[in-house]
């Protein structure tokens, strides 16, 4: 079941620049710093209240995220919902017509079980489901 909307995933140019940027205007730092994706992107997690801010970089030209990048520039590319069981909620989710990134939920950058809608079948919104 749904819980909570745990984060929002940004994808940035520059990580150093964007956590100097919500240090300066928000007083906002991140928990965590790290290489994710195999080394192919960077991540930090910025603690907001409850959730979080997930700031994305990728460094491999390949992957997904700098073809997001290139076409949308830098901006939200996720809006991430936590649940208490995730292969439910994807059952659910298909039963309603809902197709996934993913045939199944992977290991994400915070060590959960995630797995992302495909955005065309969710009102145009990727979501990332997490189970905490």
Do not use: W
């Not at 940035?12 to 965590?32: A, H, N, Q, W």
């Not at 979080?52 to 491999?60: A, G, S, V």
Request: overall charge negative; aromatic content about 6%; some cysteine.
């Amino acid at each position: 079941m749904i819980k909570r909307v745990s984060h929002v995933g940004v994808v940035v140019k520059d990580l150093d620049e964007t956590l100097d940027l919500y240090d300066r205007i928000f007083g906002l730092k991140p928990s965590v710093v790290k290489d994710a994706m195999g080394g192919n992107a960077r991540v930090a997690f910025v603690p907001v209240g409850d959730g979080e801010i997930e700031l994305l970089q990728p460094k491999d030209p390949q992957i997904p995220l700098s073809m997001f990048l290139q076409t949308h520039g830098q901006g939200i590319h996720h809006i991430s919902l936590s649940t208490d069981d995730i292969d439910s909620d994807v059952d659910r989710m298909k039963g309603q017509g809902v197709a996934f990134a993913d045939e199944k939920p992977k290991v994400g950058a915070h060590g959960v079980r995630i797995i992302f809608t495909k955005p065309e079948t969710t009102g145009g919104i990727a979501f990332e489901l997490c189970e905490q």
